[in-house]
């Protein structure tokens, strides 16, 4: 059974930082392109940032741009999304997802086939 496991979300204030894990199994995702989205409540799942399937490649959504880092370490077959500088707008559900690309690095969702249950961020002071 394939299976994503998000971790490390939580309440942070404005200005701080967290990092997110993603732990999949069931499937060698080391291989595959993985990426973060994020929902809040009555808006469409947005797409965050993504990240080939050796590293080497990285996209991310303008709003995050320089803010946030995804990276992975295939070893430890782990995808993290480290996340400054959070503001309120960052409130969301953040989805840790499995594309069936290798290098090309979509950003909608019928690109990705695996999803996580998602981990609450909440950014208020």
């Known amino acids: 059974q394939v299976q994503l496991v998000e971790s490390g979300g939580g309440l942070v204030q404005p200005g701080g930082s967290l990092r997110l894990s993603c732990a999949p199994s069931g499937r060698t995702f080391s291989t595959y392109v993985m990426g973060w989205f994020r929902q809040v409540p009555g808006k469409e799942r947005e797409f965050v940032a993504a990240?080939?399937?050796?590293?080497?490649?990285?996209n991310y959504v303008d709003s995050v741009k320089g803010r946030f880092t995804i990276s992975r370490d295939n070893a430890k077959n782990t995808v993290y999304l480290q996340m400054n500088s959070l503001n309120s707008e960052d409130t969301a559900v953040y989805y840790c997802a499995s594309s069936l690309y290798r290098m090309t690095l979509p950003t909608t969702r019928d690109a990705y086939d695996y999803w996580g249950q998602g981990t609450q961020v909440t950014v208020s002071s």
């Open positions: 990240i080939s399937w050796n590293g080497g490649k990285t």
